[in-house]
């Protein structure tokens, strides 16, 4: 049961979701079906149990972080 990114077209809200097979994702602020499934940015596992690094070296710090796709590993 994978997890997709969708941009509603009615409303434009972001939105994660659970998909099951069979189910139609809704929009959760309108309720709209008209959705645009977003690309998804896959994370590697790091080897040997080792953790990688972020790769920006400020990460988590200052106002610019908050756009960052990295920056929910800080929140």
């Given amino acids: 049961m994978p997890i997709y990114g ?3 077209k009615k ?3 972001s939105f994660q ?3 099951r097979s ?5 929009c ?3 309720g709209a079906v008209e959705l645009e499934q977003q ?3 896959i994370a590697t596992p790091a080897r040997g149990g080792e953790s990688e690094a972020p790769a920006c070296s400020n ?7 908050a756009t960052c796709p990295g ?5």
């Fill in 6 to 8: 969708y941009e509603c």
């Fill in 11 to 13: 409303c434009g809200a």
């Fill in 17 to 19: 979701t659970l998909v």
């Fill in 22 to 26: 069979g189910d139609e994702p809704v």
């Fill in 28 to 30: 959760p602020s309108c």
């Fill in 39 to 41: 690309l998804s940015l």
């Fill in 59 to 65: 990460a988590g710090s200052g106002p610019s972080c």
């Fill in 71 to 75: 920056a929910a590993m800080f929140s």
